[in-house]
Nanobody, 125 residues
Framework: QVQLVESGGGLVQAGGSLRLSCAAS????????MGWFRQAPGKEREFVAG????????DYADSVKGRFTISRDNAKKAVYLQMNILKPEDTAVYYC??????????????????WGQGTQVTVSS
């Protein structure tokens, strides 16, 4: 069983930055691929970014490519999402997700059995 706890959300003006963190309780965190997803009111949950077990492979949704950066620190059992040049359309609850796999990151939320409780990100115009 893996427990995930997100932090770092908040209110920011358009053009600003936030850094989300996700702390994991997994004994062998390096065996998990990780993902960030988000869900805006009235919309389906969508993939934002993913990272493989080592951090050597990353993947981004087109809507955030060039603005967001996913990274991980296996020693600290944490994954991060640096969000720059934020836009009002980035407003959503952001979730961290994990799957026991050493393969490359995937985009389907059904592939991730472990989820955090989410952290709210609000971008004002």
């Amino acid at each position: 069983q893996v427990q995930l706890v997100e932090s770092g959300g908040g209110l920011v003006q358009a053009g600003g930055s936030l850094r989300l963190s996700c702390a994991a309780s997994a004994r062998t965190f390096s065996n998990y691929r990780m993902g960030w997803f988000r869900q805006a009111p009235g919309k389906e949950r969508e993939f934002v970014a993913g990272i493989n077990w080592s951090g050597g492979t990353t993947d981004y949704a087109d809507s955030v490519k060039g603005r967001f950066t996913i990274s991980r620190d296996n020693a600290k059992k944490a994954v991060y999402l640096q969000m720059n040049i934020l836009k009002p359309e980035d407003t959503a609850v952001y979730y961290c997700a994990a799957e026991l796999s050493i393969r490359f990151a995937v985009r389907r939320d059904q592939d991730y059995p472990y989820w955090g409780q989410g952290t709210q990100v609000t971008v004002s115009s």
